[in-house]
Each structure stands twice: as C-alpha cells, then as structure tokens.
C-alpha cells in the first residue's frame, strides 16, 4: 500500500492508495501525520466510514478535542460534532447578503482564535451533500505569508493584532459587510448560544506553527479587531487599518485558497494552526450534514488581553 499525492489547485493535496478500513501501518500513519504539516490541507475522496472509523482515523493526528457548542454534538460519539443545514436550527444560522437568504454561511475564521488557543485541526466528512452551494474554503496561511514582500515581513515581525469576538457579523471591522442584513433571529449576545464573552486574544502578527517551525500571517478577517500599539512601531492608526485590510485581501487570494465542492464520503483534514477556513453557506431548506472530529491544541498561540 502506497499513498499516492496529488496537488490541488494551489494549496493542500489529495491524498489516495489507503483504505481507511483496513488497519493503518505505524508507516503510513506517520507518512499521513507528516503530509498535514507539510500541507495543511489534506482531502480523501469516497471513504465510507462510520462515526467510529473517523474517530478513531482523527486520533492519528493527536488527541480529540469536545467543542464548547454542546448543543450541536452528537449524544451517542461525543467526540463528533454534526454540522447540520436544512433543520430546526436553520433561522439562528440565517442571514440576508445582497437581498438573498443564506443559512450557515461564515467567514474566514481559525477554529477558536478568539480564545488565544486555537483547537490544532479538524476533519470533515460529508454524510448528506447540499443539492447546490454548501462548499467549504481553506486558506494556506504559511503560503501567504511566504508571498508576501519583504518589507511588509520585516514590519510583521514587530507586530500584534487583536481579535475581539462578537455575535453580530455587523460588529466585525474587516468582514465584507456590503449587502448584508443579519436574520431575525441571529443570536446578539454571547449569552444567546450559551457562550462567555471573551476577552481579546492578541497574536504576534506572525506566528511560528509550532511543529513545522513554517511562518504562518496570523491575520484572518472574522472578529479581527485592530494592530496593537501601532505608533510604536511607526503605523497611525489609519495606517494600521489600510495593513490589516490589504493582508485579509492577500489571505483570501485564489493563489493560497481552495474551495472543496463536496461529493458524498468526502473528507478534508486541516491544520488549524496554520490555516483558515469559511463556508459559503446554502440556500434556506437544503440538507447538508457534515460530520466533525476536532484535534486538541495543547499549545496557546496568543495572549489573552485581561480586562483593565
Ligand atoms: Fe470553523
């Protein structure tokens, strides 16, 4: 059994030639884990596999992780977490863009960032596929990084960026709020989902992933909120505002992004250290159930800006 590895677009690979059945030799395990850090984005076609199979295949990539949103875990695998569109819940996930109703759509966002801990990835396995829309983005963060001129690195070398969690889209400063209109019944208030209401998280705007050593542009629109002391280090604060909006424009280039367009059985892996992720969402009533397993971070990338 040999894996084969076979490029998307521009970022993440296709990664075939093992049954996911069958037990996983040490080797290939170790060949799996090694090709997430090197590629971030790791997509298996057509594996027919039960809750059990991807939880116990997740745990290759370290511990498994419960997510704070218990209402959506499943009861019998509590390590699973069921993404689902076109239920009851549909009208809290239900926003207006451009005059046009879309249920579950997000922007890009790393799992937990607004906690300074990041989750360290997440596997996705389609079990009922959306008639139309419902695709899911990854955006390879470290490949941003890596293009972007020396200038810009040499001044995010000194950098610090603030993420400052909200319910409401229309609080986000770096979100594209043109055209939309939140639903009726958008949660407001952290409390709403049964959340806390947490505190900024400060990130250097360069992280070092701490297992490839690959610098990773720790900038990503959703709950970003501004550049930390930005007269320190030569910036006006309208300055610092034309940075963070012309490197969430680079982030979210064709070049370091993929769209996957799910088929039934498909699964994406990610590393949510280094990449970003959004959902376009689908239209209201259409089906879509995504299973999730969600890998531990047991390292804190950021700080945690207490309340004065
Ligand atoms: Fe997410």
């Not at 690979?13 to 069958?22: K, L, M, P, T, W």
């Not at 409390?191 to 690959?214: E, I, K, L, N, W």
Request: proline content about 6%; glycine content about 8%; some cysteine.
């Amino acid at each position: 059994m040999s894996l084969q590895v076979t490029p998307l677009n521009n970022v993440g690979v296709e990664v075939s030639g093992f049954d996911i059945n069958a037990p996983i030799s040490s080797d290939i395990q170790a060949r799996l884990k090694a090709l997430w850090y090197e590629h971030a984005i790791l997509v298996f076609r057509g594996q027919d596999i039960s809750p059990e199979k991807q939880i116990e295949f997740s745990r290759i990539f370290g511990p498994l992780e419960m997510h704070p949103l218990a209402s959506t875990t499943s009861a019998e695998y509590p390590e699973l977490f069921v993404l689902e569109n076109g239920g009851d819940k549909d009208k809290f996930f239900t926003a207006f863009y451009e005059g046009e109703e879309i249920v579950g759509r997000l922007d890009w966002h790393m799992d937990l960032h607004y906690t300074a801990r990041p989750n360290h990835g997440a596997l996705l396995r389609a079990v009922v596929v959306a008639e139309e829309d419902g695709l899911t983005g990854f955006g390879d963060l470290a490949k941003a990084y890596d293009a972007l001129d020396d200038d810009t690195k040499a001044l995010l070398e000194k950098l610090e960026v603030a993420y400052s969690f909200s319910m409401q889209r229309r609080h986000m400063r770096y979100v594209n709020l043109e055209g939309y209109e939140p639903g009726p019944y958008s949660p407001k208030n952290p409390t709403d989902v049964g959340f806390p209401d947490f505190s900024d998280a400060v990130y250097p705007a360069v992280v070092t992933h701490p297992v490839s050593g690959r610098k990773v542009l720790e900038v990503v629109e959703q709950f970003l909120d501004r550049v930390i002391t930005p007269q320190q280090f030569g910036l006006s604060n309208d300055e610092s505002i034309e940075l963070l909006e012309r490197l969430v424009a680079h982030g979210k280039k064709p070049d370091f992004t993929y769209f996957h367009d799910w088929r039934e059985g498909d699964m994406v892996l990610w590393d949510n250290w280094r990449a970003m992720h959004c959902t376009t969402g689908t239209k209201p009533g259409i089906k879509r159930v995504i299973n999730r397993t969600t890998i531990e971070g047991d390292i804190t990338l950021g700080r945690v800006l207490k309340a004065e």
